[in-house]
């Protein structure tokens, strides 16, 4: 996986050190002398993650951390510190800025390369998301951002994986102001407890005493319903190997032992958060393909669903030699309500309409609004004579009682007419199956409307 990489420092030797490494790599890598120069090449050009020096005159690592972090158009670019400071107080303050990491100089050729190519990893990902949710023209990207920040202050939902009673202990209280733990000593049942409550955040404590804790990584990594929890792996001073096969593994960041309450605190809240937002993006991208398919007003599955799928019920129907009725229905008369009433009443009637077809169809009847006034039902495994009785169930359910108005004391009485075809001789494709039932509809119009016609075999 490729990734262009914008590398910060005010040293040019540091610089030159960390390109040839990522180069060496077959990363594109960009680079800047300064707080400025960095953000300008962020605003301009897009960058997959970066990697930045504290101390800097000028524009600290921090304030540049807080600068992108608080500009939407920036905000998602992954940032790995890159610090000869190693306090803890330091690293609190840069995940409180925002940084997604940090690196100690001098840098680890594999802790560098391994934390780069899981953060671009995990960034191609939000990108996805992020592309799909813009592409919806109804959710804008800043109203998702809002919104993923009110959420910020509720309290996370944490699962601890941790083999000893004296370390949960300590893990839960330090995690106590910002989330409510679960803590679980058997590694097996903490894979069923994953996956049957929505977590924002495992912890994996890698101190088992005959348990390889990646097992539990991959699982949670593997399965459909954990995979998008982030994963935090506990691990000793010198357990480098087994961090880079976990980061590779997918597992999203890792803390060395001995920890430090602010440092832990700090990476779990990094986590949640990048967890909700990603969250709140797939929820709109499902919400946008919802809204792709229904009919705003009538909330029945839309014109482009019915062309998609009756091609699917119409080929079944061909391979299984199985019959397939569709009934076309059109509301009598209608220009008259808008004419007479208005198009607020036209909209209660095509509602109360759609609404009287979905209490008549059966569960295997898909019901569309084809357009205007004009609805469609198909009705899989359904002989013409079986079509026309439903068919004439609904216009009586129609015309039965008067469709009240909202806000009017008139109530109106609607009737409809209706046309029926069954896939037969004649009918090969699913275009000539809808004009043999819109031929239908045409003669019950033309007999006097209210009626149900089927198209003759
Ligand atoms: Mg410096």
């Given at each position: 996986?490729?990734?262009?990489?914008?590398?910060?420092?005010?040293?040019?030797?540091?610089?030159?050190?960390?390109?040839?490494?990522?180069?060496?790599?077959?990363?594109d890598?960009?680079?800047?002398?300064?707080?400025?120069?960095?953000?300008?090449?962020?605003?301009?050009?897009?960058?997959?993650l970066?990697?930045?020096?504290?101390?800097?005159?000028?524009?600290?690592?921090?304030?540049?951390?807080?600068?992108?972090?608080?500009?939407?158009?920036?905000?998602?670019?992954?940032?790995?510190m890159?610090?000869?400071?190693?306090?803890?107080?330091?690293?609190v303050?840069?995940?409180?800025?925002?940084?997604?990491?940090?690196?100690?100089?001098?840098?680890?050729?594999?802790?560098?390369?391994?934390?780069?190519?899981?953060?671009?990893?995990?960034?191609?990902?939000?990108?996805?998301?992020?592309?799909?949710?813009e592409?919806?023209?109804?959710?804008?990207?800043?109203?998702?951002?809002?919104i993923?920040?009110?959420r910020l202050?509720?309290?996370g939902?944490?699962?601890?994986?941790?083999?000893?009673?004296?370390s949960?202990?300590?893990?839960?209280?330090a995690l106590?102001?910002?989330?409510?733990v679960?803590?679980?000593?058997?590694?097996?049942?903490?894979?069923?407890?994953?996956?049957?409550?929505?977590?924002?955040?495992?912890?994996?404590?890698?101190?088992?005493?005959?348990?390889?804790?990646?097992?539990?990584?991959?699982?949670?990594?593997?399965?459909?319903?954990?995979?998008?929890?982030?994963?935090?792996?506990?691990?000793d001073?010198?357990?480098?190997?087994?961090?880079?096969?976990?980061?590779?593994?997918?597992?999203n960041?890792?803390?060395i032992?001995?920890?430090?309450?602010?440092?832990?605190?700090?990476?779990c809240?990094?986590?949640?958060?990048?967890?909700?937002?990603?969250?709140?993006?797939?929820?709109?991208?499902?919400?946008t393909?919802?809204?792709?398919?229904?009919?705003?007003?009538?909330?029945?599955s839309?014109?482009?669903?019915?062309?998609?799928?009756?091609?699917?019920?119409f080929?079944r129907?061909?391979?299984?030699?199985?019959?397939?009725?569709?009934?076309?229905?059109?509301i009598?008369?209608?220009?008259?309500?808008?004419?007479?009433?208005?198009?607020?009443?036209?909209?209660?009637?095509?509602?109360e309409?759609?609404?009287?077809?979905?209490?008549?169809?059966?569960?295997?009847?898909?019901?569309?609004?084809f357009?205007?006034?004009?609805?469609?039902?198909?009705?899989?495994?359904?002989?013409?004579?079986?079509?026309?009785?439903i068919?004439?169930?609904?216009?009586?359910?129609?015309?039965g009682?008067?469709?009240?108005?909202?806000?009017?004391?008139?109530?109106?009485?609607?009737?409809?007419?209706?046309?029926?075809?069954?896939?037969?001789?004649?009918?090969?494709?699913?275009?000539?199956?809808?004009?043999?039932?819109?031929?239908?509809?045409?003669?019950?119009?033309k007999?006097?409307?209210?009626?149900?016609?089927?198209?003759a075999?």
């Amino acid at each position: 996986m490729t990734a262009r990489i914008l590398v910060v420092d005010d040293i040019p030797a540091n610089v030159k050190l960390l390109e040839a490494r990522l180069l060496a790599e077959y990363f594109d890598v960009l680079t800047a002398e300064n707080g400025y120069r960095a953000l300008e090449i962020c605003e301009q050009t897009q960058v997959d993650l970066i990697l930045l020096d504290i101390m800097m005159p000028g524009m600290d690592g921090f304030e540049v951390c807080e600068r992108l972090k608080a500009n939407p158009r920036t905000q998602h670019i992954p940032v790995v510190m890159v610090t000869a400071l190693d306090q803890p107080s330091d690293r609190v303050r840069g995940l409180k800025a925002g940084a997604d990491d940090f690196l100690t100089k001098p840098v680890n050729d594999l802790q560098l390369i391994s934390r780069v190519k899981s953060l671009v990893r995990l960034k191609s990902l939000t990108d996805e998301l992020r592309i799909r949710a813009e592409t919806a023209q109804n959710i804008g990207m800043e109203d998702l951002l809002r919104i993923h920040d009110g959420r910020l202050d509720e309290v996370g939902q944490i699962l601890l994986v941790d083999g000893r009673a004296s370390s949960q202990e300590r893990i839960i209280r330090a995690l106590k102001p910002i989330a409510e733990v679960v803590a679980m000593s058997d590694p097996q049942a903490a894979v069923f407890e994953a996956a049957e409550n929505g977590f924002d955040l495992v912890i994996v404590n890698a101190n088992f005493d005959d348990y390889d804790p990646l097992r539990l990584c991959s699982q949670l990594r593997t399965l459909e319903r954990t995979r998008f929890i982030p994963v935090l792996l506990i691990a000793d001073q010198g357990a480098e190997s087994m961090i880079v096969r976990a980061l590779d593994l997918g597992v999203n960041d890792y803390l060395i032992r001995p920890l430090d309450p602010n440092e832990l605190v700090a990476r779990c809240l990094t986590q949640i958060r990048r967890k909700r937002f990603n969250d709140r993006l797939r929820t709109s991208v499902k919400q946008t393909i919802e809204l792709a398919v229904t009919d705003g007003l009538t909330g029945l599955s839309n014109r482009r669903y019915l062309d998609n799928h009756l091609k699917i019920l119409f080929a079944r129907a061909q391979a299984r030699g199985r019959p397939l009725s569709v009934c076309i229905t059109d509301i009598d008369r209608f220009k008259l309500v808008n004419d007479t009433h208005g198009h607020d009443a036209g909209d209660d009637v095509l509602r109360e309409f759609a609404n009287r077809i979905r209490s008549t169809v059966r569960g295997a009847d898909l019901a569309c609004r084809f357009g205007g006034e004009e609805f469609v039902v198909v009705m899989p495994d359904t002989p013409a004579d079986v079509a026309v009785v439903i068919a004439e169930r609904l216009r009586a359910i129609i015309e039965g009682k008067p469709f009240a108005l909202k806000g009017a004391d008139v109530a109106l009485n609607v009737t409809a007419s209706m046309g029926i075809a069954t896939v037969g001789p004649g009918i090969e494709t699913p275009e000539q199956f809808l004009k043999h039932a819109d031929r239908a509809l045409y003669e019950a119009k033309k007999a006097g409307r209210n009626r149900v016609v089927a198209a003759a075999a």
